[in-house]
């Protein structure tokens, strides 16, 4: 069994704590929900009681030194996961880290250097990587059964400037670490690594982007054009662009559905997501079996898929003209 210590106590905490809680409920043991960090001790102990967890702490340090604890669910903003999983790592700690996994490759190649130097898994917890709907949408792509695949559209915005990490430089802030990654990630996942791409966006005053379009290329000619923004609510389709049809994923943040029209517009075909707990069970199983198999990496997020998706992002925000006043 894998005991899982939570840093941080925001609604990713929460979501995680209970899908931990409802695998137990379901049968699944192999994870064990043991201690919950936050720098507001009250607040620590209060989430401790709500989701049944027996250890609160008031210290981020002080759960990385705690012997019980062999596995750090990182569910802090961005712009502190490299301090926080470096932390976890330099206590013997394994690691799974929420996306946008650092602020920047450099940061992102160090924390796996350093975790692979202890022999300690390390892994991004996107979990759109994990989930059986990304075998399912790549099945239905390689079928070609509405023809070649030659261009896909993804978006995802979310109406979030409520929250402070989103419109504050300082804080790694704007929408693509936060949802744009989720775009990118698709487009890679359906039609591998692009060879080119071009980013533009609008920006808060505070230098954040609120809105962004980025545009890839592949040498064989096909090309996907993605968007994501913090101001306003999207459908968040991803549809793939086919010679004879289209295919398209509901919810590319979570895919429920994969719907195959024909060139007339027909709806030929339809699979629904399998039954979840909440999405995030696949990454947390997959992690625990990686770590009693004593690998330092997850197979449906290594390590160089990580970086190469941060050196993306780093490009488009070079090409955006973005830097964050810490880099």
Same mark, same amino acid.
């Given at each position: 069994?894998?005991?899982?210590?939570?840093?941080?106590?925001?609604?990713?905490?929460? @979501?995680?704590?209970?899908?931990?809680?409802?695998?137990?409920?379901?049968?699944?043991?192999?994870?064990?929900?043991?201690?919950?960090a936050?720098?507001?001790?009250?607040?620590?102990?209060?989430?401790?009681?709500?989701?049944?967890?027996?250890?609160?702490?008031?210290?981020?340090?002080?759960?990385?030194a705690?012997?019980?604890?062999?596995? *750090?669910?990182?569910?802090?903003?961005?712009?502190?996961?490299?301090?926080?999983?470096?932390?976890? !790592?330099?206590?013997?700690?394994?690691v799974?880290?929420?996306? &946008?996994?650092? *602020?920047?490759?450099?940061?992102?190649?160090? !924390?796996?250097a350093?975790?692979?130097?202890?022999?300690? !898994?390390?892994?991004?917890?996107?979990?759109?990587?994990?989930?059986?709907?990304r075998?399912?949408?790549?099945e239905?792509?390689?079928?070609?059964?509405?023809?070649?695949?030659?261009?896909?559209?993804?978006?995802?915005?979310? &109406?979030?400037?409520?929250?402070?990490?989103?419109?504050?430089?300082?804080?790694?802030?704007?929408?693509?670490?936060?949802?744009?990654?989720? +775009?990118?990630?698709?487009?890679?996942?359906?039609?591998?690594? &692009?060879?080119?791409?071009?980013?533009?966006?609008?920006?808060?005053?505070?230098?954040?982007?609120?809105?962004g379009?980025? +545009?890839?290329?592949?040498?064989?000619?096909?090309?996907?054009?993605?968007?994501?923004?913090?101001?306003?609510?999207?459908?968040?389709?991803?549809? *793939?662009?086919?010679?004879?049809?289209? @295919?398209?994923?509901?919810?590319?943040?979570?895919?429920?559905?994969?719907?195959?029209?024909?060139?007339?517009?027909?709806?030929?075909?339809?699979?629904?997501?399998?039954?979840?707990? +909440?999405?995030?069970?696949?990454?947390?199983?997959?992690?625990?079996?990686?770590?009693?198999e004593?690998? +330092?990496?997850?197979?449906?997020m290594?390590?160089?898929?990580?970086v190469?998706?941060?050196?993306?992002?780093?490009?488009?925000?070079?090409?955006?003209?973005?830097?964050?006043?810490?880099?």
């Amino acid at each position: 069994m894998i005991n899982l210590g939570i840093l941080g106590a925001g609604k990713i905490a929460v @979501i995680m704590a209970n899908t931990v809680n409802r695998m137990a409920a379901a049968g699944n043991n192999e994870v064990r929900l043991c201690a919950v960090a936050v720098r507001d001790r009250e607040r620590a102990e209060r989430f401790a009681a709500e989701f049944g967890i027996p250890k609160a702490f008031g210290s981020y340090e002080d759960m990385a030194a705690d012997d019980e604890v062999d596995l *750090v669910y990182i569910a802090t903003p961005h712009s502190h996961h490299f301090e926080h999983s470096m932390l976890c !790592l330099e206590h013997g700690k394994h690691v799974l880290c929420e996306k &946008a996994f650092t *602020v920047n490759a450099k940061q992102a190649r160090e !924390l796996i250097a350093f975790a692979e130097s202890r022999g300690l !898994l390390i892994t991004e917890a996107i979990w759109t990587r994990y989930q059986p709907m990304r075998r399912i949408i790549d099945e239905v792509v390689a079928s070609k059964e509405v023809g070649e695949p030659r261009m896909l559209t993804a978006n995802l915005c979310y &109406a979030i400037l409520e929250n402070e990490r989103i419109v504050k430089s300082a804080l790694a802030g704007g929408a693509l670490l936060d949802v744009g990654v989720y +775009t990118i990630n698709f487009a890679e996942m359906v039609f591998g690594h &692009a060879d080119s791409y071009y980013a533009v966006c609008t920006k808060n005053e505070d230098g954040c982007d609120m809105a962004g379009s980025y +545009t890839m290329l592949w040498k064989d000619g096909r090309t996907a054009v993605l968007c994501s923004g913090a101001e306003v609510i999207s459908d968040r389709f991803g549809t *793939v662009f086919c010679t004879e049809g289209f @295919i398209q994923v509901e919810n590319i943040n979570n895919p429920q559905s994969v719907r195959v029209f024909d060139k007339n517009y027909r709806l030929i075909r339809e699979i629904k997501c399998p039954a979840q707990l +909440t999405g995030y069970e696949y990454e947390v199983l997959e992690t625990a079996k990686a770590i009693e198999e004593g690998k +330092t990496e997850c197979q449906s997020m290594p390590h160089s898929e990580t970086v190469r998706i941060m050196e993306i992002m780093d490009g488009m925000r070079e090409q955006m003209g973005i830097k964050y006043p810490f880099e």
